[in-house]
């Protein structure tokens, strides 16, 4: 390696100049052009303007419909609620066990799997499988809103 092969690293650049005379390579309209939105002092616009064309958001077409009411539950399997070492389940039990990542989100038992030991089940809906599978366990199932 000879010191004339060596190269400036792309970290050490000079800044760009603009408006310094015509032999910075800058000058005259300091890279703006001639006229227009874009060459005024102040100019600036949203990073989705399209320039006056239709934007994308408008140009597309609208399908479906969103319901805004929907209640979007956090499921939770009853064959989950078995391997939990506890005897009363609340949401809170089950964020620190991993099953679900909100207290504040509601909850919904499915039905899916079995429970050999008869727990106190406290969520914001059931299945009527998980309902009877946990009765049949020895369990109980309550609604968060009746325990308050």
């Known amino acids: ?11 050490i650049k000079r800044k760009k100049r603009v408006g310094i005379g015509p032999s910075s390579g800058h000058g005259k309209t300091s890279c703006k052009g001639h006229k227009g939105q874009m060459a005024r002092s102040g100019a600036k616009h ?6 006056g064309q ?12 969103n319901n805004i009411f929907k209640v979007y539950y956090q499921i939770v399997n009853v064959s989950q609620l078995d391997k939990i070492d506890a005897s009363e389940i609340t949401p809170e039990v089950l964020v620190k066990s991993g099953l679900i990542d909100s207290v504040c989100e509601p909850v919904k038992i499915l039905g899916n799997g079995e429970i050999s030991k008869g727990k106190k089940i406290t969520a914001d809906a ?14 109980e199932a309550v609604l968060s809103n009746e325990s308050k």
């Not at 390696?1 to 970290?11: C, G």
């Not at 239709?54 to 419909?65: A, C, D, S, T, V």
């Open 54 to 65: 239709m934007p994308l958001q408008r140009r597309i077409p609208k399908r479906g419909f």
């Open 126 to 139: 059931f299945s009527a499988s998980a309902i009877e599978k946990i009765k049949k366990a020895g369990g």
């Open 46 to 51: 949203r990073a989705w303007f399209e320039g």
């Open 1 to 11: 390696m000879e010191l004339y092969t060596l190269k400036k690293p792309a970290s």
